[in-house]
């Protein structure tokens, strides 16, 4: 396969052109011949007009490669090499979502041929590829794995808004159903990623390795959330314990903040359901996604409690949040706790303005129900700093006093600002 795919005789094709599909795709297009394939038209359009969705790829990531956009299953069918890319997000349960990998699951079953290699890419618990995907694949294929065809998986690491650890500068997990697929496999990924490939013992045990890797942030990430609240009522800055603290050479340097995005708010939720299916309730993993699950509710609180000591009622209130994307620099915003800290507010009557100059105001609006804030007034009784964008970053307390009333009130979610005029009262978690 591999030096099929060298000599251009097969195409690689990489099903789902997101924040993960389109980066790779144009990655092994830059050597080899492929074929971009989504369900989304209007994505597709885009794409051929070297415009990404996203936003996170330049027009000059388009050019010098060799690539066909298409949503039209006869172009997918000439592909030989089949990556799967689309998204796997959890349900309003928390109930992982397989819907959009089945269904890739189908479509390439029903144009598979014989010495085809399927590899999926997609976020899921241990299992889920050769347990869920492979007997889809098999059935609307009338293939059989090992006689017919070869199954791989490869977890993405992709980080948005991250211009210096691009995709081929990130070591690459790769896993095959045999000893010739992960060889063939290695041999594909390793010829466009510069940092290599790992080839793991099992498509398990590289499963494992991808869900553990963003679990084991939110565990961090929520230790470090319920010592802010207990910081919090010992009046001790958080920020200033966690700078004492990182004094130490094996402190390991994680800070307290909303988890959203489509990863590490996500994917803790895959383990804890395959955990369930077994019998064990894994009761750290769980822990730690109520305490992040809990911080807007924590937040918004402490904001109302602030209000108060300053003799303001909140339902008379009006507040200002900067940001609504799930990290700093990215447009993206799928499952943004941002929107959670904005229900809460609201339900305390609170008139909320939302600005983010990166987002997109009609996702926005579709999304959530929230209407993006273009001018901001003057008048704000309180401001929420709550995504680390660069131009947030850049304001001043003359920028914040100039938006507020009497009594301003900064809430600093990220711990950007460590230094503010007396005449503003300050909190961060």
Not at 194 to 222: C, M, P, W, Y
Not at 408 to 418: E, H, S
Request: proline letters at 3%.
């Amino acid at each position: 396969m591999y030096q099929q795919i060298v000599n251009k005789e097969k195409k690689i094709a990489v099903l789902g052109l997101g924040y993960v599909g389109l980066p790779l795709a144009l990655l092994f297009a830059r050597k080899y011949k492929v074929i971009g394939y989504d369900i989304n038209e209007k994505r597709i359009s885009m794409l051929r007009n070297k415009i990404d969705p996203s936003r996170e790829l330049e027009t000059k990531a388009f050019d010098h490669v060799d690539i066909e956009f298409t949503s039209d299953l006869e172009i997918l069918k000439t592909a030989h090499f089949y990556i799967v890319a689309v998204p796997t997000p959890v349900d309003e349960h928390k109930v992982p979502d397989l819907r959009s990998v089945l269904n890739a699951s189908k479509t390439i079953g029903s144009i598979l041929k014989k010495g085809d290699y399927v590899i999926f890419e997609s976020t899921v618990y241990p299992g889920c590829t050769e347990e869920d995907c492979l007997p889809v694949i098999e059935a609307y294929s009338n293939l059989k794995l090992g006689d017919d065809f070869k199954l791989g998986y490869s977890p993405e690491r992709i980080n948005p808004g991250d211009k210096d650890n691009t995709i081929e500068k990130i070591l690459k997990i790769v896993s095959g159903s045999d000893e010739v697929a992960l060889s063939e496999i290695s041999k594909v990924y390793g010829s466009v990623i510069e940092k290599g490939v790992f080839e793991a013992k099992s498509i398990r045990v590289a499963e494992a390795a991808k869900v553990i890797e963003n679990t084991q942030r939110d565990l961090n990430i929520s230790f470090m959330n319920e010592l802010s609240i207990i910081f919090d009522r010992m009046g001790i800055k958080t920020q200033d314990v966690i700078e004492a603290a990182r004094t130490k050479w094996n402190f390991l340097q994680f800070s307290p903040g909303l988890v959203g995005g489509h990863c590490i708010g996500v994917d803790p939720y895959y383990l804890l359901h395959k955990s369930h299916e077994l019998g064990y309730d894994p009761l750290v993993i769980l822990s730690g996604r109520r305490v992040n699950d809990k911080m807007p509710e924590f937040i918004a609180k402490k904001l109302v409690q602030i209000l108060i000591t300053k003799d303001k009622n909140p339902g008379n209130c009006k507040i200002l949040i900067l940001g609504i994307t799930f990290k700093e620099n990215v447009s993206d915003i799928r499952n943004s706790k941002v929107a959670e800290l904005y229900e809460e507010l609201k339900a305390y009557s609170m008139q909320v303005h939302v600005n983010d100059y990166l987002a997109d105001q009609h996702e926005v609006n579709k999304e959530y129900n929230i209407n993006l804030t273009e001018r901001i007034d003057n008048n704000y009784d309180a401001v929420v700093v709550a995504v680390a964008h660069q131009k947030y970053k850049e304001m001043t307390s003359k920028d914040f006093i100039k938006i507020m009333n009497n009594d301003p009130i900064l809430i600093d979610l990220k711990g950007i600002f460590g230094d503010m005029e007396s005449s503003i009262h300050y909190w961060s978690l």
